[in-house]
């Protein structure tokens, strides 16, 4: 997907880039090439393949939900930013939080958010286990892209997400969320909706679930014994 097809594919989900913002999406990309050479942040770094598969795929969360009405959205497991980078260049009015549990990964994104002139982001070094126990609560939207298993992700979003907000995960392939109802309705959650489709060129299959937070998670989640890991991009 070169700039020009990502600008009309993108048109399409209804969101109009200015000049600025295609630029930041640039040096957004050569930053990753650049810092992948010394970290493993990801496996795609052709530039038509990084604008389909990362940055494309993660503006389709407008399928979801509206950002322009969000004010805060934390994105968890981040790795390399996506796609709350993405979200924050696309979507300035956001507050985001990226929180991801390899240091070398969050010194990467404060170097993005630096050389890209992005304010009201922070990158934290931080297990999102011990960071849900202290933090309950407090964000509109919870996102997670490419990050461990749906029912691990929905007891650690369930406790940052505000009453009458939002997890959003955004998943490369169906799953039969039957299997997590019990889970849902503990953690205080329930399936607003599903939303499967195609990603453009290749034809890959998309689905994104659509949590709302219905009532408070109770205090013993999300519980201390596992870590939530990116998975390879």
């Known amino acids: 997907m070169n700039q020009s097809d990502f600008i009309k594919e993108v048109d399409a989900l ?3 880039l200015t000049d600025k913002q295609l630029n930041q999406l640039n040096l957004y990309y ?18 038509e393949d990084v604008y ?11 399928k979801a939900i ?24 696309v979507f300035p009015n956001l507050k985001v939080l990226l929180i991801d549990s390899l240091n070398k990964r969050v010194e990467f994104l404060k170097i993005v958010i630096s050389k890209l002139g992005l304010t009201n982001i922070e990158a934290l070094h931080y297990r999102i286990e011990e960071y849900g126990i202290k933090n309950r609560e407090i964000f509109d939207v919870v996102t997670a ?12 979003a369930a406790s940052l997400v505000k009453k009458n907000g ?7 392939h169906k799953e039969d969320i039957t299997l997590y109802e019990k889970a849902c309705q503990k953690l205080g959650l329930k399936l607003d909706e ?4 195609l990603l453009p060129v290749e034809n890959s299959e998309r689905t994104i679930f659509k949590f ?15 870590e939530i890991k990116k998975r390879p991009l």
Request: glycine share 8%.
């Open 14 to 16: 209804g969101i109009k």
């Open 30 to 47: 050569e930053l990753l090439v650049e810092y992948n050479k010394k970290m493993n942040l990801t496996g795609i770094t052709i530039k």
């Open 52 to 62: 389909l598969k990362h940055f494309y795929d993660s503006l389709t969360i407008v």
């Open 66 to 89: 509206n950002l322009n009405e969000v004010d805060t959205l934390c994105d968890i497991g981040s790795g390399a930013g996506l796609p709350g980078i993405v979200l924050k260049i």
């Open 145 to 156: 892209r490419a990050v461990a298993g749906t029912n691990i992700l929905l007891e650690y």
């Open 166 to 172: 939002y997890f959003i995960p955004l998943k490369g």
């Open 194 to 197: 599903e939303i499967s489709f």
């Open 212 to 226: 709302k937070k219905v009532s408070s998670t109770p205090q013993k989640y999300p519980r201390k014994n596992s």
